[in-house]
């Protein structure tokens, strides 16, 4: 049904970690497959870094998963700024689907309490109105989840989400990127539909 996906991550890394194993799976799949990463969070790197650092990382990682470099995209809003610039980021997400034309789009979720999270989910949910949205899961922003609709992985689309993940050096600190972590909550989304792993999301909207 969908053949023109687009994952829309506030920062460089939220969409491999929300929904890396279902976006293995789609390319795999023969989905024509679109990152955009609404900032690269410069402000906000290790100390010792360099500040493009995230760029970088994220170009590593979204090769690993399949996507093709043309379809990546980095735009340049301020990490924690993002309410300031919702107008801007609303006609960011418009020219965005202008240019990818998705049929459905994947987002951080309605429950997720980061402001640029909460930014980004709103205003896409005003920038794609004819697409289906659906809200990925991370638990560590999360006060409560939906776990509405499941995307069913294999063992290797796990492994490729753990390989993009540790392109991510700048992040290896943060216990949410660990494999321990990646591979319990897959195998916990399974669980609840009777497979040995799956990613969970939210159904924001649903267009048949």
Excluded at 11 to 39: P, Q, W
Aim: proline content about 3%.
């Amino acid at each position: 049904m969908f053949e023109r996906i687009l994952v829309l991550s506030p920062h460089t890394d939220d969409g491999e970690l929300g929904c890396g194993g279902s976006i293995a799976r789609f390319v795999e799949e023969g989905k024509e497959v679109f990152y955009v990463a609404l900032s690269s969070c410069e402000k906000s790197v290790p100390l010792g870094c360099p500040k493009d650092i995230l760029r970088e990382e994220v170009k590593k990682a979204t090769e690993i998963l399949g996507i093709k470099r043309e379809n990546l995209m980095i735009l340049n809003f301020e990490v924690r700024e993002f309410p300031r610039s919702r107008q801007e980021i609303l006609d960011a997400l418009i020219d965005v689907r202008r240019i990818v034309e998705p049929d459905m789009v994947l987002t951080p979720s309605s429950y997720d309490t980061h402001q640029d999270h909460k930014v980004t989910r709103e205003e896409t949910l005003r920038a794609f109105k004819g697409c289906t949205i659906l809200g990925y899961e991370q638990p560590w922003n999360n006060i409560t989840f939906d776990t509405i609709a499941f995307v069913i992985l294999d063992e290797r689309h796990v492994e490729k989400k753990i390989r993009a993940l540790k392109s991510y050096e700048s992040q290896k600190d943060r216990a949410y990127f660990s494999e321990d972590f990646v591979r319990s909550l897959a195998r916990t989304r399974g669980i609840q539909i009777n497979a040995k792993y799956a990613e969970a999301f939210e159904v924001i909207r649903w267009i048949i």
